[in-house]
């Protein structure tokens, strides 16, 4: 299910101002040599966030779909090509929620911000009820976007996301390297529908970040362009779609598929669409802590 909406320009404005003063790029970098908290939370959304911590990791893949799985199903682009060439990349340290943002967090925005759009799924200004603690969806990018400026972070970039996700090794799955079903809501064996955020235990990363194989898909930061050394000319890349990460409930269709599970697939996206099925977290390189 997707849609368009419009979004709140002054609103917007002022965000882009405020991410000009807080966001990650204004960090010290310096300070990244001082050991940092393994947790802290949020004194903005009072969300707990996770250190990912400074080094190294595994990204992309270059795996193939030697059986053009894709012709067979009727997808629109080849398997696994757009994740290619399997790389080394090294981050910063950087904090991330360790869950992702539910419809209680995003009412607490809504409230506290101004901001005047609603998710579509919501009544008036009412989330569903019983859903309090599901992962907030029927959002568009700017909207998650505004979120994150909101609570003075941003949202996680490809890298970020797949390094909390993979961990340093560059495991398949955030548990391990063996899919196993059960373990997230994801897939036939799923919900089919959003579950309460951390609901399967098992999901979650060596970082202690959880629902990063299932539940929701969730908005990047970035663009869906080559990632350096990839020389396939994909007309979608470029600067109209916006980056999914990892899979969530599904109900039909091709992402049921073994390649949309592991932790290195990507999937491009319309910013200005909404889906069931897609939410989001927060990242940062600081945080603003609560009193304690």
Known sequence: MSGKKIYTIVFLICLINMASACGPQSCDCTKQEIPLPEAKTSGIDGKRMVLISSGEFIMGTDKTDTENLHRKIGTVQP???DQHPERKVFLRAFYI??????NEEYKTFL??????ETPMNWEGDSYP???GNHPVTHIIWSEAWSYCMWARKQLPTEGQWEKAARGFEGSLYPWGNDYEKGKGNI???GWRKTAPVGGFPQDVSAFQVYDMAGNVMEWTLDWYLPYPGNTRGDPRFGKRMKVLRG???QKAGHYFLEAYRYS??????????FYENVG?????SFIEETGS
Not at 97 to 102: C, F, G, H, K, L
Not at 111 to 116: L, P, R, T, W
Not at 280 to 284: I, L, Y
């Open 79 to 81: 398997l696994y090509l």
């Open 97 to 102: 929620d360790q869950y992702e943002v539910t």
């Open 247 to 249: 899979n969530g409930f």
């Open 129 to 131: 009820e019983n859903l």
């Open 280 to 284: 989001f977290r927060c990242a940062s």
């Open 187 to 189: 897939g036939i064996e």
């Open 264 to 273: 290195f697939a990507r999937t491009e996206a319309d910013p200005d669409s």
């Open 111 to 116: 409230d506290a911000s101004g901001f005047m």
